[in-house]
Nanobody, 122 residues
């Protein structure tokens, strides 16, 4: 069983920065794709970023390219999402998730964290 626990969310002004962390339990982390997703009450959950098991491949949603950076530390079983130049439209609950495969589809992720709220004020 894998447990994912996100942290680092909060309230920030537009233009500010936050770093989210997701700590994973279990032995599968270092062999798994990790992803970040976000959701607001008005929108369906959307993909933000993902990173391959080695950290060598990263992918981003167009809306966050150039502002967000996903990284991982397999020794610490942790994945990060560094967010800079935050915008009010980035306001959402952010979730990390684990996929044993490529993680190209949300349906490939079989473990999810509880989410952390990010609020960006204008």
């Amino acid at each position: 069983q894998v447990q994912l626990v996100e942290s680092g969310g909060g309230l920030v002004q537009a233009g500010g920065s936050l770093r989210l962390s997701c700590a994973a339990s279990g032995r599968t982390f270092s062999r798994s794709t990790m992803g970040w997703f976000r959701q607001t009450p008005a929108k369906e959950r959307e993909f933000v970023a993902r990173i391959s098991w080695s950290g060598g491949l990263t992918y981003y949603a167009d809306s966050v390219k150039g502002r967000f950076t996903i990284s991982r530390d397999n020794a610490k079983n942790t994945v990060y999402l560094q967010m800079i130049n935050l915008k009010p439209e980035d306001t959402a609950v952010y979730y990390c998730a684990l996929s044993p495969t490529t993680g190209r589809s949300q349906y490939e992720y079989n473990y999810w964290g509880q989410g952390t709220q990010v609020t960006v004020s204008s």
